[in-house]
Each structure stands twice: as structure tokens, then as C-alpha cells.
């Protein structure tokens, strides 16, 4: 698998991204060894450009970048990059793993619990893959909160429930490993838990490949891996804590409904508020004290992202090709003429 040409452009590594841009573009077809040189002409001269912004503008970005900025951190870190990564993925967490690492707190069998939750995250991530890809609509951002949006509704709902019938579900419990047989409705309740939470465990799947998709596509390019690492931190956390969310159960049994209802809610209104759809977007190349101001680079999004990242190029090393076809043309009109002019001055002086 090779870098993408932009990557190793702004790397100073021409003859790289030229082999780069040659193999993207003979997925179109057959390359002409004139154009093929034209490419690698126009890549090299992009290369040693960057290659002299990088000699005389040396730049290095490090963590605290994140917050060096105003605008970068207001942006990033308190509304809709940093802080609602790190919160989404703490959230996403807390519920999956607090969920799974609990089985033997829900009804029915934890190795079947276990078996539900696998099938249905693969289920899930197949049919939301085939949505994304036949549908050029559906997007990171409708995806997300519709994610978190059914989250927080089983959730809620399931929190609901809990208040009111808690002490039936326990007494139900009771009655069912004693060899009894408890209430029929309390029995269709104690199910619907079940499955609810079980449900909900298994949508965070999703929540997981976009909050590590989106994150790259937020992030200027000096600093998306520490972007990225900051945010896993609390993926982290997430992971750690959520073994933890059912003690409280013990004094109050509605309890880690309520505190994973709150954590996805907050996500949802955070991302819902302040996070802008990324899906074919432009990637933020250019932090603010660049050349390139960075809500520019921003606003530009609205164009249309070209996947061989080599659109501007290819656009010059046609127009470049095209004026070779025609100074060739041009040069074979002229040697034409001559040789008309030649044998036209032989037959005169043969006459």
C-alpha cells in the first residue's frame, strides 16, 4: 500500500509521490510515457517547493498545539474535535463495557447474552457499512446521532422502567431461582431489559469506527496524532471505569441506567450541536499561524474531496500535455513545410 501523493509532498518526497500519483492515475488507464513524465515533472517541482517552505519555515507541533490556538481550541477541544471525541468515546465505552463486563446483572444466560451482543455487532456494522456506501447521504454525522440518539432511548427508557418496577424485577429474580414462576408481565419486562441493554451495547460497535474515522478528518495535519492520542486517553478511561457502573445498583438499582443515560445524552447534544458533517470533505492541512488560514481551509469543504488527492496536479499536467501535442503538432507542420519548400526549389533547378 502506497502514501498518498499529498502526504509525501508535503514529506519533500517527490520521486515517492511522483511513483504515487503514476500508479493512482494508471487506475484510469493506460498512461502515456509523455504524461508520465509530465507527472512526475509537475510532482517533483510540488516536492522541492515544500522542500524549501520546510528549509526556511521549520515548524514543529507538539501536544500543546492542541491548545495553542484559541480558535483551534475553542473549536477543538471544548465543542466539537477534542472534547466531543474524548466524551463520545468515554460514553461509548461506559456503556459497551459496562454492559459487557456486567452479563450476570441481566436476565438469561450470560454465554447467550455474550452470543447475542457478538451477532449483533457484526450485524449492525454490515448493514450501516452498505448504508453508507449506497447512499451518499448518509453521512458521520447522521450516523452518529442516530447511533447515540437509539442509545440514549433504550436507555432512558430502560431507566424508566426500573423506577417503577425495580423492587418486582428483584422479587421476580428471586421467585425464578427458587424454581418458581414470577409474573407474566414482570416477566416480559425483565426480557425487554434484557435485550434493550444487550441492543444498546452493541450500537456503541458503531460509535467506536466513527469517533476514530471523524477525529482524522477534524484534526489539521500538524497535529492529528496527538489529536488522536489525546482522544484515546479517554477511550481508555472509558474502558477502565465501566466495570464499575453496576455497583451503585446495589443501593439504587436505577442507578447505572441513569448515569450511562446522561453520558450518551450529553453526547448527543454536544455532537448534535457542534459537530459539522466531515463526508467528503477537505482535510484541514494548515493550522492557524499558517500561511493558509485554517477557517479558510475549513470553509473550502464544500468542494468536492478527489481521493487520489492529485486534482490540481492533474489538471496542470494536462494542460501541460496538451501544449507538448501542440508545439509537436506545430514542429511536424513546419519540418512538413520544409520538405515541400525543398522539393520545390529541386524541381526548379531540375526544370
Known amino acids: 500500500l502506497k502514501e498518498t501523493p499529498r502526504w509525501l509532498i508535503k514529506k519533500g518526497r517527490g520521486r515517492e509521490a511522483a511513483k504515487a500519483a503514476i500508479y493512482i492515475r ?7 510515457p509523455e504524461l508520465e513524465k509530465q507527472i512526475v515533472m509537475v510532482v517533483q517541482k510540488a516536492a522541492d517547493d515544500e522542500l524549501e517552505k520546510m528549509k526556511t519555515s521549520k515548524k514543529n507541533y507538539y501536544f500543546y498545539h492542541l491548545f495553542s490556538d484559541w480558535k483551534l481550541g475553542w473549536y477543538a477541544v471544548v465543542f466539537s474535535t477534542s472534547l466531543y471525541v474524548f466524551f463520545s468515546l468515554f460514553s461509548a465505552s461506559f456503556v459497551s463495557y459496562g454492559i459487557a463486563y456486567n452479563m450476570e446483572a441481566l436476565s438469561g444466560n450470560v454465554y447467550v447474552n455474550v452470543i447475542i451482543l457478538g451477532a449483533s455487532r457484526w450485524i449492525i456494522n454490515i448493514v450501516v457499512a452498505a448504508l453508507e456506501f449506497s447512499v451518499k447521504s448518509i453521512g458521520r454525522r447522521l450516523l452518529h446521532l442516530v447511533s447515540v440518539g437509539l442509545i440514549a432511548l433504550l436507555l432512558g427508557i430502560l431507566f424508566i422502567i426500573y423506577i417503577f418496577t425495580w423492587p418486582k424485577i428483584d422479587t421476580y429474580k428471586v421467585v425464578t431461582k427458587a424454581g418458581g414462576e ?18 444498546a451495547a452493541a450500537i456503541c460497535t458503531e460509535l467506536f469506527i466513527l469517533d476514530s474515522v471523524q477525529p482524522t478528518e477534524l484534526f489539521p495535519t500538524p497535529i492529528r496524532s496527538a489529536g488522536i492520542a489525546f482522544i484515546q486517553i479517554f477511550n481508555r478511561l472509558g474502558t477502565i471505569i465501566s466495570p464499575l457502573v453496576f455497583i451503585p445498583s446495589e443501593h439504587w438499582p436505577p442507578a447505572p441506567f441513569l448515569l450511562m443515560f446522561v453520558t450518551s445524552a450529553a453526547d448527543f447534544l454536544l455532537y448534535f450541536f457542534f459537530v ?10 494548515h493550522m492557524p499561524d499558517e500561511l493558509v488560514n485554517f477557517s479558510e481551509d475549513l470553509a473550502s469543504n464544500a468542494v468536492e474531496k478527489d481521493d487520489d488527492t492529485t486534482a490540481p496536479l492533474k489538471r496542470e499536467i494536462v494542460e501541460t500535455a496538451e501544449e507538448s501535442k501542440e508545439s509537436e503538432h506545430e514542429r511536424e507542420r513546419n519540418e512538413t513545410g520544409k520538405d515541400d519548400s525543398k522539393g520545390s526549389e529541386m524541381e526548379g533547378k531540375e526544370n
Open 276 to 285: 459539522p458533517e466531515t463526508r467528503g470533505k477537505k482535510l484541514p492541512d
Open 26 to 32: 494508471k487506475w484510469d488507464g493506460k498512461i502515456a
Open 182 to 199: 414470577g409474573d407474566a408481565l414482570v416477566h416480559a419486562i425483565v426480557v425487554f431489559t434484557r435485550y434493550a441493554s444487550l441492543l
